[in-house]
């Protein structure tokens, strides 16, 4: 496998692109190379169900004539000239655009920081399938627990290379191993159902087969017997997993895109209190090993750590060049990209322990939701209405009583933000990082 680990010659192929659209025409352009590959083995009552490999490299080239672009893609190289001679045709026919351009020069990273984000072992399908399975025996060994939904074990590799016309050429690659399984309990009309998963950059940092699947299966059978909760007002309790979805509509208002088109509920907050004091979130692309770590972004420049948040106060976007310069501010090395244009976005965020311990939030609960499952996506980006199905355990006086499901949580992001408390259980299982949240006053609809 090392010749898939290898990116030479997709930087070759990159700077061949480049050449290609200078002679075709093109003022200035840019080529990404991608290479995905990736095997995975399903499982379900100890036999497997499937096991899959993809392999590709796609190519994209950007090009600009002026102020005009265009984008092409392709996943084969056999003609670089013809894709070149394509995206310049495309670019001259184009409408203007005043924001979109190569980032500036000065702005490119000198140096690409090694982030330990290739993992040299690459499983086969035997030992993918042997993990699988006992993730999946580890879920049915559990009391209650009935059938199985599957399990299923993964690794991937990808990556980015970038060549552009004003002299930056580099590659970055990752690795990804996963181990996930779905288990059910009871019977019937009353069966309930809940998973749990890993993933990790290396594969010697997941979580064991035995510990994902008897999480999963002691987590399935909690739910058993839920019942709904009268409508009424209510403290909130969301557990780290579940938390991480609060920090996602964050990331989506702070977007650059959306705040320069006008479409986020924090448009206007910038510099201000979003958060209590206690409040910090980092965005950080150079932390080793992690999930969405790189050296630099779509763009080539090497994005800096931001406290996207700094004891409560908001204190940037997310920028990539065109949504910086719209913005009158400078790219803050937040472009994601693929084949395509790059958009901003993020990469490994934290939203820092709080001072709070879990148990002592739970047990200030007179009367509440301790929140194990979102379901749907009802949030308002241009308001912050939030409006989102849930299920977990209902809670009095400190106490968890009962399963309950056919939930809904509804408030305004404004406020929920405001009184948001940060427990100390942070855990760094998703590229959103959170400990558990609690928020008061909430309405939640119910029977």
Known sequence: MTDVLDSSDLEKAAHRLVEAARRAGADRADAVAVRGVSLSVGVRLGAVEESERAEGDDFGLRVFVGRRHATVSANTFSDPAALAERAVAMARVAPEDPWADLIEENRLA???????????????AAELTTLALACEDAARAVAGVTNSGGASASWSLGGLVLVTSHGFSGSWMRTGHSLSVSALAGSGTGMQRDWDASSKIWGEDLDTPETIGRRAGERAVARLAPRKVDTGTATVLWEPRAATSLVGHLVSAINGAAVARKTSFLKDRLGEAVFSPAITIVDDPRRPRGLASRPFD??????????????????????????????????????????????????????????????????????????????????NGITGDYSRGASGFWVENGEILYPVSEITIAGNLREMYARLVAADDLEYRF??????????????AGR
């Open 298 to 379: 779509g763009e080539g420049v090497a994005g800096p750590v931001l406290n996207l948040v700094d004891g409560g106060v908001l204190t940037t976007w997310l920028l990539d060049g065109a949504s910086g310069r719209e913005l009158g501010l400078a790219s803050n090395g937040r472009a994601s990209r693929g084949t395509g244009s790059p958009s901003p976005g993020s990469t490994n965020v934290t939203l820092l322990a709080g001072p709070h311990r879990r148990d002592d939030l739970l047990a200030s609960i007179d009367r509440g939701l301790l929140v194990t499952d979102m379901i749907g996506s009802g949030v």
């Open 431 to 444: 590229s959103i990082a959170t400990p558990s949240l609690m928020i008061e006053g909430l309405t939640i």
């Open 110 to 124: 000198r140096e690409i920081a090694d982030l330990d984000l290739v993992d040299p072992a690459t499983p086969n």
